[in-house]
C-alpha cells in the first residue's frame, strides 16, 4: 500500500484507497450530501473529475469508459431523487456486464429520522439496477466497503456495485485506508459442458453457436469461433444487443439476432441445437399477439458451454481443440469507395461510414430505428470498435460517447444517435466541450419516433391522427445544430450525400466535438 497520511475523514480514505485499486476516473453531478467528497477530490488530485449536467449523463459515460478502459470509473451521485434521474442509463450497464461503482449521498446517519424533504429509501431505489448494494456504517470502515464494492464490480461477470455514503460518515475523523480485495474469477470450464457442445456439433442437426461479451471483445477467439463453424458447419451468431464488438477489415464478420421478431424468428427457425457462449438464450425484447417469447425453437436443444459468468475465448479455444479446428483468417471485404450524389439516404450514409471512419474508430450506436441499415458498414470499415445500446432504454448514446472518449482520449470517436432518444441526454453535449473530447456526433434527424410506428403496427394498430400526434417530432422541428451551439459544440445541418461525406470527413480529423444533424 502507498503512502498516506495518517488521519483523514471517511470519504479520503475512500478516495484514496479506490485509487489504489485503479480507479482513475470519478463521473460526478453531486449535491449538499456529496461534498466531502467534492473537497477530498480537490485535495488529493487523484483521480481525473468530469461534470455532468445531469445524472444520466454521468452514468452512461462511466458505462462507455467502463466498456473501452476495461475497468470502472466512479460515479459521484446524490440521494435517491438524483440516484432515480441515473438509473435508465445503469440499466443499460447493467445489462452491459459493464463495471461500475457508484457512490451515492444520502442524509447523515442521524437525520434520516426527522423526514427532511429529500429523504427516501436510498437503497430500496439503487437495489433494481445495481447487482451490489451497502450502505457505510462509520468513517473507519467505510474504505473496506469501497473496496468490496469495487471489487464486486470487476468480478465475473463484472457488475453495478452501489455503495451508499450517509453524509456523516463521509466527513467524520478516523478513515482507515483498506487494503485491495481481489475480484472473483470467471467459472471453470464444465467438462460435461464441453462434451455436450461436442455432441451438438458432431449430431449432424442443424447448430447455432451464440457467443456474446468477452468474445466480441476478443479477436483470436472469433477466429477460433469461425473455424469452428467452417469444420462442423454450425452458424455463428452474436445476441441481438452486444456491449463492445471489435469489426473492420481484417477481424472476423458475426452477425446479429435480428431485432424484429419476426425476422429473429425467421433466422433462429432452423435450429435444432444451440450452443451458448457467454450469452443467455435469446428472447424478444417484447410480447407481441400470437408470437413466442422465447426466440429459439422449442425442440431445439440447448447446451450453454460457458454462463455469463464463464471465460468464453477459454471455452472456445478448448471446444476447438475437442474439434480439431483451426483458427479462420477473415476473407478480405471491399471497401465502398468515397459515395457521392444527391439526396442523403440511410445506404448512402452507410457507405460514407465504411469509406470515412478511421482506423480504430469507436462507434457508439443508438441510431435505433436507422440501426440495421447503418450496421453493416461496421464490418466494411477499417478496425474499429462497435459500442451499442445494451438495455434497451434510450437515451445513452451522447454519453456513452462521453465516457469512451476519456478511456480513449487517442481514438476518435462517432456516435450514430437517433434524434428521439438524443434529447434524453442531450446534456452530454457540454461534457464533450468541457472536456475537449474527440466525438463527432451524427443525429439522424427523421423528425420522429420512427421505431415506435412499427412497433404500433406489431400489436395490430391501425394509428390514426393523434397516435401519429405522440410519435413525430414535430410542431416545432428541433433544431439540434442550434442546439449545439448552445453547449459550446459546433455543428452543421446536411441534406445530401456529398454534404454528409465532406462534414464527416472534416470532423474526424479536427480535435475536440463536432454535432452533424444528417436530415434523413
Not at 455532468?52 to 473501452?68: K, N
Not at 471497401?335 to 457508439?364: D, S
Given at each position: 500500500?502507498?503512502?498516506?497520511?495518517?488521519?483523514?475523514?471517511?470519504?479520503?480514505?475512500?478516495?484514496?484507497?479506490?485509487?489504489?485499486?485503479g480507479?482513475?476516473?470519478?463521473?460526478?453531478?453531486?449535491g449538499?450530501?456529496?461534498?466531502?467528497?467534492?473537497?477530498?477530490?480537490?485535495?488529493?488530485?487523484?483521480?481525473?473529475?468530469?461534470?455532468?449536467?445531469?445524472?444520466?449523463?454521468?452514468?452512461?459515460?462511466?458505462?462507455?469508459?467502463?466498456?473501452?478502459?476495461?475497468?470502472?470509473?466512479?460515479?459521484l451521485?446524490?440521494?435517491?431523487?438524483?440516484?432515480?434521474?441515473?438509473?435508465?442509463?445503469?440499466?443499460?450497464?447493467?445489462?452491459?456486464?459493464?463495471p461500475?461503482?457508484?457512490?451515492?449521498?444520502?442524509?447523515?446517519?442521524?437525520?434520516?429520522?426527522?423526514?427532511?424533504?429529500?429523504?427516501?429509501?436510498?437503497?430500496?431505489?439503487?437495489?433494481?439496477?445495481?447487482?451490489?448494494?451497502?450502505?457505510?456504517?462509520?468513517?473507519?470502515?467505510?474504505?473496506?466497503?469501497?473496496?468490496?464494492?469495487?471489487?464486486?464490480?470487476?468480478?465475473?461477470?463484472?457488475?453495478?456495485?452501489?455503495?451508499?455514503?450517509?453524509?456523516?460518515?463521509?466527513?467524520?475523523?478516523?478513515?482507515?485506508?483498506?487494503?485491495?480485495?481481489?475480484?472473483?474469477?470467471?467459472?471453470?470450464?464444465?467438462?460435461?459442458?464441453?462434451?455436450?457442445?461436442?455432441?451438438?456439433?458432431?449430431?449432424?442437426?442443424?447448430?447455432?453457436?451464440?457467443?456474446?461479451?468477452?468474445?466480441?471483445?476478443?479477436?483470436?477467439?472469433?477466429?477460433?469461433?469461425?473455424g469452428?463453424?467452417?469444420?462442423?458447419?454450425?452458424?455463428?451468431?452474436?445476441?441481438?444487443?452486444?456491449?463492445?464488438?471489435?469489426?473492420?477489415?481484417?477481424?472476423?464478420?458475426?452477425?446479429?439476432?435480428?431485432?424484429?421478431?419476426?425476422?429473429?424468428?425467421?433466422?433462429?427457425?432452423?435450429?435444432?441445437?444451440?450452443?451458448?457462449?457467454?450469452?443467455?438464450?435469446?428472447?424478444?425484447?417484447f410480447?407481441y399477439?400470437?408470437?413466442?417469447?422465447?426466440?429459439?425453437?422449442?425442440?431445439?436443444?440447448?447446451?450453454?458451454?460457458?454462463?455469463?459468468?464463464?471465460?468464453?475465448?477459454?471455452?472456445?479455444a478448448?471446444?476447438?481443440?475437442?474439434?480439431?479446428?483451426?483458427?479462420?483468417?477473415?476473407?478480405?471485404?471491399?471497401?465502398?469507395?468515397?459515395?457521392?450524389?444527391?439526396?442523403?439516404?440511410?445506404?448512402?450514409?452507410?457507405?460514407?461510414?465504411?469509406?470515412?471512419?478511421?482506423?480504430?474508430?469507436?462507434?457508439?450506436?443508438?441510431?435505433?430505428?436507422?440501426?440495421?441499415?447503418?450496421?453493416?458498414?461496421?464490418?466494411?470499415?477499417?478496425?474499429?470498435?462497435?459500442?451499442?445500446?445494451t438495455?434497451?432504454?434510450?437515451?445513452?448514446?451522447?454519453?456513452?460517447?462521453?465516457?469512451?472518449?476519456?478511456?480513449?482520449?487517442?481514438?476518435?470517436?462517432?456516435?450514430?444517435?437517433?434524434?428521439?432518444?438524443?434529447?434524453?441526454?442531450?446534456?452530454?453535449?457540454?461534457?464533450?466541450?468541457?472536456?475537449?473530447?474527440?466525438?463527432?456526433t451524427?443525429?439522424?434527424?427523421?423528425?420522429?419516433?420512427?421505431?415506435?410506428?412499427?412497433?404500433?403496427?406489431?400489436?395490430?394498430?391501425?394509428?390514426?391522427?393523434?397516435?401519429?400526434?405522440?410519435?413525430?417530432?414535430?410542431?416545432?422541428?428541433?433544431?439540434?445544430?442550434?442546439?449545439?451551439?448552445?453547449?459550446?459544440?459546433?455543428?452543421?445541418?446536411?441534406?445530401?450525400?456529398?454534404?454528409?461525406?465532406?462534414?464527416?470527413?472534416?470532423?474526424?480529423?479536427?480535435?475536440?466535438?463536432?454535432?452533424?444533424?444528417?436530415?434523413?
Amino acid at each position: 500500500m502507498k503512502d498516506h497520511p495518517t488521519e483523514m475523514n471517511g470519504a479520503e480514505s475512500v478516495l484514496r484507497s479506490l485509487h489504489d485499486g485503479g480507479v482513475e476516473v470519478c463521473f460526478a453531478n453531486p449535491g449538499t450530501s456529496e461534498m466531502q467528497f467534492v473537497d477530498a477530490l480537490d485535495r488529493t488530485r487523484l483521480m481525473r473529475c468530469v461534470l455532468g449536467l445531469f445524472e444520466g449523463v454521468v452514468t452512461g459515460a462511466a458505462d462507455g469508459y467502463a466498456r473501452m478502459a476495461g475497468k470502472p470509473a466512479v460515479t459521484l451521485l446524490h440521494l435517491a431523487p438524483g440516484f432515480a434521474n441515473s438509473a435508465a442509463n445503469l440499466h443499460n450497464a447493467k445489462k452491459a456486464r459493464s463495471p461500475v461503482l457508484n457512490l451515492v449521498g444520502d442524509h447523515a446517519l442521524r437525520h434520516r429520522k426527522y423526514d427532511a424533504p429529500l429523504t427516501a429509501d436510498v437503497e430500496a431505489t439503487v437495489a433494481p439496477f445495481s447487482n451490489w448494494v451497502r450502505t457505510g456504517s462509520d468513517a473507519g470502515s467505510f474504505a473496506r466497503d469501497a473496496m468490496e464494492g469495487l471489487a464486486a464490480a470487476k468480478g465475473r461477470p463484472a457488475q453495478v456495485a452501489t455503495l451508499i455514503a450517509p453524509a456523516d460518515i463521509g466527513w467524520d475523523a478516523g478513515g482507515q485506508m483498506a487494503a485491495v480485495v481481489e475480484p472473483e474469477g470467471p467459472k471453470p470450464l464444465d467438462d460435461d459442458a464441453l462434451t455436450a457442445a461436442v455432441r451438438a456439433l458432431e449430431s449432424g442437426e442443424p447448430t447455432v453457436i451464440i457467443a456474446g461479451n468477452s468474445v466480441l471483445e476478443d479477436e483470436a477467439a472469433l477466429k477460433r469461433l469461425r473455424g469452428i463453424a467452417e469444420k462442423t458447419g454450425a452458424t455463428m451468431l452474436a445476441p441481438t444487443s452486444n456491449r463492445r464488438t471489435e469489426r473492420g477489415q481484417g477481424r472476423e464478420k458475426i452477425a446479429k439476432i435480428p431485432y424484429p421478431i419476426d425476422k429473429a424468428l425467421e433466422t433462429l427457425k432452423p435450429y435444432r441445437r444451440a450452443i451458448l457462449i457467454e450469452a443467455m438464450p435469446p428472447v424478444a425484447f417484447f410480447a407481441y399477439p400470437g408470437r413466442p417469447s422465447l426466440l429459439l425453437p422449442e425442440a431445439c436443444e440447448t447446451v450453454t458451454l460457458a454462463g455469463l459468468d464463464g471465460d468464453g475465448p477459454e471455452a472456445i479455444a478448448a471446444l476447438a481443440d475437442r474439434v480439431g479446428a483451426q483458427p479462420s483468417e477473415p476473407q478480405p471485404r471491399e471497401m465502398p469507395g468515397r459515395p457521392g450524389g444527391g439526396t442523403l439516404t440511410l445506404p448512402a450514409m452507410a457507405a460514407a461510414l465504411a469509406h470515412v471512419l478511421p482506423e480504430n474508430a469507436i462507434v457508439v450506436d443508438e441510431a435505433v430505428s436507422s440501426g440495421a441499415e447503418l450496421n453493416g458498414a461496421g464490418d466494411l470499415a477499417r478496425p474499429n470498435s462497435w459500442l451499442s445500446l445494451t438495455g434497451g432504454s434510450i437515451g445513452i448514446g451522447v454519453p456513452l460517447a462521453t465516457g469512451a472518449a476519456i478511456a480513449a482520449p487517442d481514438r476518435p470517436v462517432v456516435t450514430l444517435q437517433a434524434d428521439g432518444s438524443a434529447m434524453y441526454s442531450i446534456q452530454g453535449l457540454w461534457t464533450q466541450a468541457r472536456e475537449q473530447s474527440n466525438v463527432t456526433t451524427i443525429i439522424l434527424a427523421n423528425r420522429a419516433y420512427e421505431i415506435l410506428k412499427g412497433e404500433l403496427r406489431n400489436v395490430g394498430a391501425q394509428p390514426g391522427e393523434d397516435a401519429l400526434s405522440m410519435l413525430n417530432l414535430d410542431r416545432p422541428e428541433l433544431d439540434f445544430v442550434s442546439l449545439a451551439k448552445g453547449m459550446g459544440v459546433p455543428g452543421q445541418r446536411v441534406e445530401t450525400v456529398e454534404d454528409f461525406v465532406r462534414a464527416l470527413e472534416s470532423a474526424v480529423k479536427e480535435p475536440g466535438p463536432f454535432l452533424i444533424e444528417a436530415m434523413i
